[in-house]
């Protein structure tokens, strides 16, 4: 476990380098270069407009694409924790908060998780998802003051995001838990940053400048979205809450949701609408019970068994009788 002192090492260079010269690193960041492609863009058509931002966009992906071993790292680990009852903790501030935040609060109706399982911290609190409160990012002792109050512990993923990757809030947020024995991560679009060097595992999607300099709620803010979906769902999925690549874990909590079970039962067992109706009622609304015992052909109480025993991996749970879990 590091030491407090450890902490400062991450955070204090940092400060000291803002407080010297504020606009030193950001002038060495390539999210706040100038972006050739999109200059004299206020002179542009509309349709100029949408066709530099699509160009852009589609930058995106291969810059992810560079990224996939340590994305995998960080789905294996997050994996390894939820399993272990931990949990996957995000901080970040402004856009790259309010992107962590939605990833966040998608999990439990996406894979009926806990909601305590992923969640996250943001500068300035609840409060700053629909409203600029960007002035709290600077404060590392409220990214300390935030995180300490989570207590992170060795069962714990936390995981800073953050574009520029220098955002004291988030960097004192992540250099704390990692003190305090956590696994860390990080998801920037930056190297060689303060967060990286407070985190275990650091996925960088290098995107380049934006379109509008400087407003890293674009790619940036794009690229951090796609790798937040690949953590989760890989995570998820590892986790045995997909099935094939169906979403077995949805939580029918509206006729939407509940007509959607009904049609991955139907695709995963083949068998008609009225059949997959029967079936989900006798499995108490549940869709994974109602997929055992279809697929292995067993009553609820033995589905319900061999899901407790298998920590809710369905497909574990179905080959219950070739599998000693």
Do not use: W
Not at 214 to 227: D, E, F, L, W, Y
């Amino acid at each position: 476990m590091a030491s407090g002192s450890t902490i400062q090492e991450a955070t204090g260079t940092l400060a000291d380098e803002i407080q010297k010269d504020p606009s030193s690193l950001l002038q060495r960041l390539t999210t706040e270069s100038l972006n050739e492609a999109s200059q004299g863009f206020d002179t542009k058509s509309a349709l100029e407009i949408a066709r530099i931002i699509n160009h852009e966009d589609s930058k995106v992906a291969g810059a992810i694409k560079k990224a996939i071993p340590e994305i995998a790292q960080v789905i294996d680990q997050v994996a390894r924790c939820l399993r272990d009852n931990g949990r996957l903790i995000y901080v970040g501030a402004g856009s790259s908060g309010r992107i962590a935040a939605l990833d966040s609060a998608e999990c439990p109706a996406t894979y009926s998780t806990a909601p305590g399982q992923v969640q996250y911290i943001m500068a300035g609190g609840p409060k700053a998802l629909a409203s600029s409160m960007e002035t709290n990012e600077d404060s590392e002792e409220l990214g300390q003051r935030d995180i300490a109050r989570r207590r992170p512990t060795r069962k714990d993923v936390v995981l800073g995001v953050s574009a520029s990757g220098r955002t004291p809030y988030v960097v004192a947020a992540v250099a704390y838990a990692r003190a305090r024995g956590a696994h860390t991560a990080c998801v920037t679009c930056n190297q060689g940053t303060p967060l990286a060097e407070a985190s275990d595992i650091v996925i960088v999607a290098e995107v380049g400048p934006e379109v509008v300099s400087g407003s890293t709620r674009m790619k940036a803010g794009t690229a951090q979205k796609m790798i937040l979906n690949m953590i989760t769902t890989g995570a998820m999925t590892r986790l045995g809450y997909v099935y094939e690549n169906l979403m077995v874990n949805v939580h029918m909590q509206n006729s939407k949701l509940v007509e959607r079970g009904i049609h991955i039962l139907m695709n995963a067992c083949g068998i008609s609408h009225a059949t997959a109706v029967d079936t989900i009622k006798s499995a108490g609304r549940s869709i994974p019970v109602a997929l055992v015992m279809l697929k292995a052909r067993v009553d609820k109480p033995e589905a319900v068994r061999r899901l407790a025993k298998s920590d809710g991996n369905i497909r574990l749970a179905i080959e219950d009788n070739v599998m000693d879990l």
